[in-house]
């Protein structure tokens, strides 16, 4: 599928929630940007706590990417949805469609909701399309989380033609506290995902009390991950519709894994641990699952070293990922100007440093292109309004207009957090000696911005 310059991408995407479908279509988002494509999120209700005004999410807040009410339905741009809302599809044939397999069982429960819904009272209202795999839905691509999303839409006579494998990758928070794990703090606790597979494990825990089994119920994100930073294993018996965040987010806090043979558990690529490692949930098998959980227990290191496969696997996914999305696209790396974050606050120097990097941005091979404005009071914070002549807030963002051109103000954490995603290039400033020189390199350098990435110039 091919962007086309004027091309627009919408995602559809849960409203004021956390999730691992969420986030992930915020990270596709944020991918594209840094791709230099126009996308738009849409939101739609995922629960009682919908807000039309302000859809997004806490924790997403600092991906800073664009939402819209509108769909602009047009041959040229582009529709994306994970199949829990494919009934999102049908907005108009008149728009290149994409429907992403995230979860087999979030498209089962999807159809069984609108169908039962129906069947209380058939006649209350009309029924809602969803995908289900109709020759006249031939034109729509289908990207694939997992082998075992591939495999089922293979099997409902999906061509292979019109199938992408494209990924997704843990946030970061996982993957940079992966080679930090002290096995000294490791405890011979066992850990699970009570909303998945539990009948089966409470058939574990019932034939084990023993063991300190701990479920992962009502936790911040943080305190999954000190859990997790904690125990020495992770069971998962559920029937595993994908590759599911969870388990890998248990192996590189330092879990060994376990799981079942369902879904994506059954082969070996989505899930790519030792066979020794999964069981069928049967009642045989009960034994077997604790005899080798306390094998974990009592050699843990040598358990460990055995997926290590895995970990690697789970650490290269966001270059997977960005692969993966530039080949279902067919991108071709283009040169750009560089993305600009000026900084360190709103002042007479940093306007005029703008306006100086924008007088510049006209010229026709430009350099740098402005990006943002790194400025920790003025960006946008809930419940803080900010009155001024040159600044105004859309859609929950502020932004300092200069000759008609909207600047972003964000934080100096989400600047930072945009650079590790390499949709900020350089951090700009303006100094008048040495002293201010060296306070900007010192605050750089606790952002974790490279020297190389340092644009400085004189007042």
Same mark, same amino acid.
């Given at each position: 599928?091919?962007i086309?310059p004027?091309?627009?991408?919408?995602?559809?995407?849960?409203?004021?929630?956390?999730s691992?479908?969420a986030?992930?279509?915020h990270?596709?988002?944020s991918q594209?940007?840094?791709m230099?494509?126009k996308v738009f999120m849409f939101?739609l209700p995922?629960d009682?706590?919908?807000?039309?005004e302000?859809?997004v999410?806490p924790l997403?807040?600092?991906?800073?990417?664009?939402?819209?009410?509108?769909v602009?339905i047009?041959?040229k741009?582009?529709l994306?949805?994970?199949?829990?809302?494919?009934?999102?599809l049908?907005?108009?044939?008149n728009?290149?469609r994409?429907?992403?397999w995230?979860?087999?069982d979030?498209?089962i429960n999807?159809?069984?909701?609108?169908?039962r819904?129906f069947?209380? !009272?058939?006649? #209350?209202?009309?029924?809602?399309?969803? $995908?289900? &795999?109709d020759?006249?839905?031939? /034109?729509?691509?289908h990207?694939?989380q997992s082998?075992?999303?591939?495999l089922?839409?293979?099997?409902?006579g999906v061509?292979?033609?019109?199938?992408?494998?494209?990924?997704d990758?843990l946030?970061?928070?996982?993957?940079?506290n992966a080679?930090?794990?002290?096995?000294?703090?490791k405890e011979?606790?066992?850990?699970?995902?009570?909303?998945?597979?539990?009948?089966?494990?409470?058939?574990?825990?019932?034939?084990?009390?023993?063991?300190?089994?701990?479920p992962?119920?009502?936790m911040t994100p943080?305190?999954?991950r000190?859990?997790l930073?904690r125990a020495?294993?992770?069971?998962?018996?559920?029937?595993h519709?994908g590759r599911?965040?969870i388990?890998?987010?248990?192996?590189?806090?330092?879990?060994?894994?376990?799981t079942g043979?369902r879904?994506a558990a059954? !082969?070996?690529? #989505?899930?790519e641990i030792?066979?020794? $490692?999964? &069981?069928?949930d049967t009642l045989? /098998?009960?034994?077997?699952?604790?005899?080798?959980?306390?094998d974990i227990?009592?050699?843990f290191?040598?358990?460990f070293?055995?997926?290590a496969?895995y970990?690697?696997q789970?650490?290269n996914?966001?270059?997977?990922?960005e692969r993966?999305v530039?080949?279902?696209?067919?991108y071709n790396?283009?040169i750009s100007?560089k993305r600009?974050?000026?900084m360190?606050?709103?002042?007479?120097?940093?306007?005029n440093?703008v306006?100086y990097?924008?007088r510049?941005?006209?010229l026709d091979?430009?350099q740098y292109n402005?990006?943002?404005?790194?400025?920790?009071t003025?960006?946008?914070?809930?419940g803080i309004t900010v009155?001024?002549d040159?600044?105004k807030t859309?859609?929950n963002?502020?932004y300092?207009?200069?000759n008609d051109?909207?600047?972003?103000?964000?934080?100096?954490?989400?600047?930072?957090?945009?650079y590790?995603?390499?949709?900020i290039?350089k951090?700009?400033?303006?100094?008048?000696d040495?002293a201010e020189?060296a306070k900007?390199?010192s605050l750089?350098n606790?952002?974790?911005?490279y020297?190389?990435d340092l644009?400085?110039?004189?007042?």
């Open positions: 599928m091919v086309y004027e091309t627009k991408i919408y995602i559809i995407c849960p409203a004021n929630i956390h691992g479908e986030e992930l279509m990270q596709l988002a594209l940007i840094n230099h494509c939101y995922a009682a706590n919908f807000n039309a302000d859809p999410a997403y807040k600092k991906y800073h990417i664009p939402f819209t009410n509108d602009d047009n041959h741009n582009i994306i949805t994970p199949e829990y809302y494919s009934q999102s049908y907005i108009s044939s728009i290149r994409i429907i992403w995230l979860s087999i979030n498209y999807s159809m069984c909701t609108i169908l819904k069947r209380l !009272n058939p006649v #209350d209202s009309t029924m809602p399309k969803f $995908f289900y &795999f020759k006249k839905d031939s /034109n729509i691509t990207w694939v082998d075992y999303a591939e089922f839409v293979k099997q409902n061509s292979g033609n019109r199938i992408f494998k494209v990924g990758y946030t970061e928070t996982f993957l940079s080679a930090d794990i002290d096995f000294n703090l011979d606790i066992v850990v699970f995902n009570p909303v998945k597979g539990f009948e089966f494990t409470q058939k574990l825990i019932r034939s084990a009390p023993d063991i300190n089994w701990q992962i119920r009502n943080q305190q999954v000190q859990l930073a020495k294993v992770y069971i998962d018996f559920s029937s519709s599911d965040r388990p890998r987010e248990a192996a590189v806090s330092g879990c060994c894994v376990i043979r879904g059954a !082969n070996a690529t #989505d899930i030792d066979e020794t $490692f999964k &069981f069928d045989d /098998n009960v034994p077997k699952i604790i005899d080798r959980i306390k227990f009592y050699r290191k040598i358990n070293d055995l997926q496969k970990r690697k789970i650490m996914e966001p270059k997977d990922f993966d530039k080949r279902a696209f067919k790396e283009v100007p600009v974050a000026v360190p606050g709103l002042s007479i120097e940093v306007v440093l306006k990097l924008l510049k941005a006209t091979k430009p402005v990006a943002c404005i790194v400025d920790d003025f960006s946008y914070r809930k009155k001024s040159v600044i859309v859609d963002i502020n300092l207009m200069i051109i909207s600047i972003p103000l964000i934080s100096t954490a989400d600047a930072a957090f945009l590790r995603l390499q949709r290039d951090f700009a400033t303006c100094t008048s040495e020189t900007f390199k750089s606790s952002l974790g911005i020297p190389k644009l400085i110039f004189k007042k």
